[in-house]
């Protein structure tokens, strides 16, 4: 791995921004502030990219992500699923404490997404002066003044719902009003802004070509923030003919199908990269790579060695590839293995552009000092989740995950990551239970009945609730 001073040499050679960043507080990098480019994945699975060890998915751009920045290894979402993950992390503070708990209906007469009353980190960036895009799937509010063009976002392509089908040929739907039956909202005409519009070809394809159209835009000025959400590679399995010859020696279909949608994603993100090249723009550019939740179990991914799927409390659902360049402030090959969450994007964005501290605090960190070693300590002190239907939470602290309900009578699982991350050694069970295991469930419990005294209650209905008229 290069040290820091190699970087510092690497980073004068391109002069693109001055080597005090690295080690100066945030005044000095506010001075540099980045562009950001933030890319997020759909039900991807943990063992899904090079860079995490898939040997039947190649992902050279992702990787060039990981190799020129670093890979987060135990890095969370804040919902396995995807619109409560998705209010989380575009926030930076944890969706139950705002209501928006569970996946929003697509219902557009009904207020349904993050409320305006919190900040999102493209209306953080706005207010800094960046120009920002929104691209790809928004599942954060149907209902007008929820949308990306009330959200911080000068400019939107993309799709409202939380899927979407991946060929333009099949979007026969003007727009929501007239879904009359589940999943039609996946063929709805594209949005440009305001907009409906024709399009063809392959969905991954258009949602690459926005980003990189926006970001090649030679006469703007910088800073940029692009936000990249893709819907690959969730259901429909739609892939092309193209991408999926890359994939003949893969016997299992839906398998293919999932490594050709990932190929798509990956050659897309691969053009990204590149137009930030061209505009000289890598040294100080934050790119971040993660995925809303775990693999789901409909989609042909893998989470090994991780337990479970999507929706599930277990690593598998919560613990997704996670990676960041940036550098001007990350040393290329970095590995970084303290729990941190995706939430903390929007800490370390707002750190980046000096953000003053008032308003609403943050539960995503600055994970800058944390990486570059010069903070030893964890990033959070406990990482938690809850699931308001049955009265279930989650919570790791250190190593130590605890998966309990509120009635505490119910049975408890405590895991210990470091040496079981496959979660398959309930600590509260069998010979492995003793007084030390039960102390510690209760010590997490504590933290976590704490944590959830500060949460308030869902404030929308569920995806499921909705039939269309
Ligand atoms: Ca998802």
Redesign the pocket.
């Known amino acids: 791995m290069l040290n820091l001073k190699t970087v510092c040499v690497v980073v004068m050679a391109m002069a693109v921004a001055g080597c005090a960043s690295h080690n100066a507080g945030p005044e000095t990098r506010a001075a540099h502030r980045p562009n950001v480019v933030l890319i997020v994945a ?2 991807m699975g943990y063992a899904d990219a090079g860079f995490q060890g898939s040997t039947d998915i190649p992902t050279p751009h992702l990787d060039r992500i990981a190799r020129e920045g670093v890979r987060l290894t135990d890095a969370y979402v804040t919902f396995p ?2 619109g409560p ?1 998705r209010a989380g992390f575009i926030t930076g503070r944890h969706q139950d404490r705002f209501g928006s708990s569970v996946n929003p209906t697509i219902d557009p007469t009904v207020p349904n997404g993050v409320p305006a009353s919190e900040l999102m980190i493209s209306e953080m960036l706005k207010e800094a002066g960046y120009r920002t895009m929104a691209v790809g799937k928004w599942h954060l509010g149907t209902y007008e003044g929820l949308r990306p063009l009330d959200r911080g976002f000068d400019e939107f392509f993309g799709f409202l719902s ?1 899927g979407h089908d991946y060929f333009a040929d099949r979007y026969t739907l003007q727009d929501l009003s007239e879904v009359r039956k589940r999943w039609d909202w996946y063929r709805t005409k594209l949005l440009h802004n305001d907009e409906r519009i024709e399009a063809e070809g392959y969905l991954t394809d258009l949602l690459s070509d926005a980003a990189v159209e926006f970001i090649a835009r030679e006469h703007e000025a910088d800073p940029y923030f692009v936000y990249l959400a893709y819907n690959a590679p ?1 259901t429909p399995m739609q892939a092309t003919d193209e991408y999926l010859a890359r994939f003949n020696h893969i016997e299992n279909k839906d398998r293919r199908t999932y490594a050709a949608m990932m190929a798509a994603m990956d050659d897309g993100i691969g053009r990204v990269l590149e137009a930030i090249d061209q505009r000289n723009d890598a040294a100080n550019t934050l790119v971040v790579f993660f ?3 775990g693999g ?1 179990r409909n989609n042909a991914s893998r989470n090994t060695p991780l337990r479970g799927y ?1 929706s599930d409390p277990f690593e598998g659902g919560v613990r997704v590839p996670y990676i960041m360049r940036w550098p001007v402030a990350i040393a290329p090959g970095t590995v970084y293995e303290r729990p941190v969450s995706t939430m903390d994007v929007a800490g370390t964005v707002a750190a980046a552009i000096d953000r003053p501290t008032s308003g609403k605090p943050l539960d995503g960190v600055d994970l800058i000092p944390y990486l570059g070693s010069r903070r030893v300590d964890d990033p959070h002190d406990a990482i938690f989740w809850r699931w308001h239907r049955d009265g279930r939470f989650a919570v790791r602290a250190g190593d130590l995950k605890l998966i309990a309900y509120d009635d505490s009578s119910r049975p408890a699982m405590l895991f210990d990551l470091a040496t079981d991350p496959s979660e398959r050694r309930n600590l509260l069970s069998g010979e492995d239970a003793n007084d030390q295991t039960r102390a510690d469930a209760n010590r997490l419990r504590e933290l976590a009945n704490a944590w959830i005294s500060e949460l308030v209650p869902p404030a929308y209905p569920g995806l499921g609730s909705w039939m269309p008229r």
Do not use: E, R
């Open positions: 759909d039900d699923v995807c993950s939380g969730h995925s809303d939740n789901a999507k």
